[in-house]
């Protein structure tokens, strides 16, 4: 009797010890088209998505989703790619963190250009959009410079839409 009570005694205090431990959550990593969907990117670039693309590398913690259309190299926009890297989805012996890699990948680009009111830092640069965002580095681009006025400004849009998807996943 006396070690049945003794067990539940014990039982019970690591049941109220439990409930009073912070809970530890794994980041589920994410996919980048629930940054941005088919849809959305058939609505950013005007023509129907025919294919959808996807690779990873997870020694970076990348992953790419690639929107393909019929369009070819006469339409401005015929592709948009959507790369999100992110710490969840890296190898354990990646000592480099996305923010690393975001900062590092910008100091290549020597005509990057700082785009405001994108994520927590963003810039443009000959291919696309980069965007650091709560730790996780999102590129997007599209068959048009990413310096050239007007795919800048679908890719700001792009962007904004991505960061907010990504607001409401995580």
């Known amino acids: 009797m006396k070690k049945l009570l003794l067990l539940l005694i014990t039982l019970a205090l690591l049941v109220l010890g439990a409930c009073g431990s912070p809970k530890i959550t794994t980041p589920r990593i994410i996919e980048p088209e629930e940054l941005i969907s088919k849809e959305e990117a058939e609505e950013f670039i005007g023509l129907e998505v025919v294919g959808v693309e996807k690779a ?11 929107y393909k259309t019929e ?13 999100i890297i992110q710490k969840a989805f890296m190898i354990k012996e990646q000592t480099q963190t996305p923010e690393d890699i975001f900062r590092g990948t910008k100091e290549l680009f020597s005509n990057a250009i700082d785009v405001e009111g994108v994520g927590n830092e963003a810039y443009a640069y000959n291919h696309g959009l980069a965007i650091l965002s709560d730790g996780y580095y999102i590129s997007i681009s599209t068959s048009g410079s990413g310096l ?5 400004e679908l890719l700001i849009e792009v962007g904004k839409q991505a960061v907010e998807n990504l607001d409401k996943i995580k």
């Open 56 to 66: 990873e590398e997870d020694r970076v913690g990348q992953k790419i989703c690639f």
């Open 71 to 83: 369009g070819d190299y006469r339409d401005y926009f015929y592709y948009l790619q959507i790369s």
């Open 148 to 152: 050239d006025t007007g795919v800048q």
